[in-house]
């Protein structure tokens, strides 16, 4: 008879995360700034569904935005950050394509000198939503050999 009662709790309890899980469960949608028609070469990668866990961290490693270029042609300088705009905060963040060039608990920066075409530059920081319900981003791009805006948008919900 106890042992029916721990096994009946402790499904429950399992069933109560998976319900928080499944309800903190965040699809974002982006809202750029339309680069592609100023003619930007470039188009940023962001999350379209992620999952977050009962403390508000996002699972898997984090979150993961990037750049990644539609031509052939290379590019000096490029610096792409993501700033808190709303309810996130960042902790330990891995380049891909470049270095790690600036990172507090609100903003995350990746940089390479030559951004070759083809290629892509972004970062995977693991995350924490203060408000899983609303959050945002800004995204801001830096380089030169294109006519980008600087101000590429926001994401988030």
């Known amino acids: 008879m106890n ?8 499904l429950t309890a399992a069933g109560i995360v998976t319900a928080a899980q499944l309800g903190l ?10 680069p592609q028609s100023s003619g930007c070469p470039l188009s940023i ?3 379209t569904r992620f999952y977050v866990d009962h403390n508000g961290w996002v699972t898997n490693g984090g979150l993961y935005f990037g750049i990644r270029s539609k031509t052939s042609k290379s590019y000096r300088n490029v610096t792409f950050t993501v700033t808190d705009v709303k309810n996130i ?3 330990t963040a891995n380049p891909t394509g470049g270095r790690i060039s600036h990172r507090t608990s609100q903003t995350v920066s990746v940089a390479t000198s030559t951004f070759k075409g083809r290629a892509s530059l972004g970062f995977r ?3 924490h939503l203060l408000n899983t319900h609303s959050y945002r981003l800004k995204f801001t791009l830096h380089g030169s050999g294109w006519n980008c805006a600087v101000n590429q948008g926001t994401w988030g919900a």
């Open 25 to 34: 469960a965040g699809a974002a949608s982006a809202a750029t700034a339309a």
């Open 3 to 10: 042992r029916t009662r721990t096994t009946v709790a402790a």
């Open 89 to 91: 905060r960042f902790s």
């Open 125 to 127: 920081v693991r995350t």
């Open 45 to 47: 990668s962001y999350p």
